[in-house]
């Protein structure tokens, strides 16, 4: 018999408080019909100033499956907020967080430049990255450098080791969701081993609240300077495609249709 959920939300308060946020911003931009491309990650929007992308990308999925998913795997992983003893816990898990989610939107602005401008793939000059995996990987990989002999848990169903699951599920996320932002992922995972071993260290309450007081200096000044700072890309059109296949959710009185597949280029992570 599993502990009972009340129990490991109290356990998981961090955790339990990411995958409130993520499913909130769901919640919302499923309500006012806004779309990835107007939160998600680019190159081309990153160029044009739209630095404040790196932050709500990350916290943004385009449908209940990617958000589901993302959302099953992070929870599973909140087992490192128990871990004081390890020199993990709660603490640990909001400073790293907080450093996975910018420096791996980073990690994947540097990979689109050099392939666009040494490469000169311009397929990755538009390609969008939304959702919140590259954190998702960051912390598999932290625990599996951390407590090798643990297991995932996914869905309650699929259980890996934990010390091959970033790259397991790496191969299987590409395989079975084509969408899925492979270089995406893959910054994750490599923004989780150099915090696992200790390439980025020394986070302290100190530098994290300094750091997210710059952060959140940086997405003012970045809306802005894009011009987005009256947010009208909330009053936006619909993103889905009529030639594409659509899901309809009927309740309520109202219908949700989302398209299986979204227009233009878009990556899940």
Not at 66 to 93: D, I, P, Q, R
Request: aromatic share 14%; glycine share 8%; charged share 10%.
């Amino acid at each position: 018999m599993g502990m009972p959920l009340h129990y490991e939300i109290l356990e998981k308060p961090a955790t339990t408080c990411m995958i409130g946020i993520c499913s909130a911003i769901w919640f919302y931009l499923q309500k006012k019909n806004i779309g990835y491309s107007h939160v998600g990650l680019s190159y081309e929007t990153a160029i044009e100033g739209h630095h404040w992308r790196i932050i709500t990308s990350a916290f943004s999925h385009i449908s209940v499956i990617h958000l589901v998913f993302n959302m099953s795997a992070l929870w599973s992983l909140g087992v490192v907020e128990k871990l004081g003893n390890m020199g993990l816990g709660v603490t640990y898990y909001l400073h790293y967080t907080l450093i996975l989610v910018v420096f791996s939107g980073l990690l994947v602005l540097g990979m689109y430049h050099v392939l666009i401008q040494r490469f000169k793939l311009e397929y990755f000059r538009r390609v969008t990255a939304v959702g919140y995996s590259c954190v998702v990987f960051g912390w598999m990989t932290i625990l599996s450098a951390k407590q090798p002999s643990s297991k995932l848990d996914l869905f309650g169903f699929l259980s890996l080791p934990i010390s091959f699951a970033p790259f397991e599920s790496l191969v299987f996320t590409s395989i079975i969701v084509p969408q899925a932002s492979f270089l995406g992922h893959l910054s994750g995972i490599i923004v989780g081993y150099a915090i696992a071993w200790g390439l980025i260290h020394g986070m302290n309450n100190f530098w994290a609240i300094s750091m997210l007081g710059w952060i959140v200096v940086a997405f003012v000044l970045s809306l802005k300077r894009s011009g987005a700072y009256d947010f009208d890309f909330i009053e936006i059109e619909s993103v889905t495609d009529p030639s594409l296949p659509s899901v309809r959710f009927i309740g309520n009185g109202r219908t949700l249709q989302m398209s299986a597949l979204p227009v233009g280029n878009v990556e899940l992570v």
